[in-house]
């Protein structure tokens, strides 16, 4: 089974940056497509940024962060990353990252996800 485990959330001023970590103890990483999600508070969860599986050529964004928003990953650290600029108070919430297996079309459809991590809380504000 692989686990999922997200790192590098924190509180920080609008304007700053954060970056994102998800990361896996399996070996298997790469064949699998990884979202980000975001829960606010009083809010459903909703996806944020989408990156294929192998090479990761194919991502996407949701308007609200894109050009301000990167997905990658790397595989040989078995890891996946969000990093994010420019931060807005909107976008306060806990950040989860989920795998798809063989992903390579983008979807935020949560039931499309095999595994889901326990999520990092991201707080922005001054």
């Known amino acids: 089974q692989v686990q999922l485990v997200e790192s590098g959330g924190g509180l920080v001023q609008p304007g700053g940056s954060l970056r994102l970590a998800c990361v896996t103890s399996?070996?298997?990483?790469?064949?699998?497509?990884i979202a980000w999600f975001r829960q606010a508070p009083g809010k459903e969860r909703e996806g944020v940024a989408w990156?294929?599986?192998?090479?990761?050529?194919?991502?996407y964004y949701i308007d609200s962060v894109k050009g301000r928003c990167t997905i990658s990953r790397d595989n040989s650290k078995n890891t996946a990353y969000l990093q994010m600029d420019s931060l807005k108070p909107e976008d306060t919430g806990v950040y989860y990252c989920?795998?798809?297996?063989?992903?390579?079309?983008?979807?935020?459809?949560?039931?499309?996800?095999?595994?889901w991590g326990q999520g990092t809380q991201v707080t922005v504000s001054s």
């Open positions: 989920a795998a798809d297996l063989w992903g390579s079309a983008a979807t935020f459809s949560e039931t499309e996800y095999d595994y």
């Open positions: 399996q070996y298997s990483l790469e064949y699998y497509a």
């Open positions: 990156i294929s599986s192998l090479e990761g050529s194919s991502t």
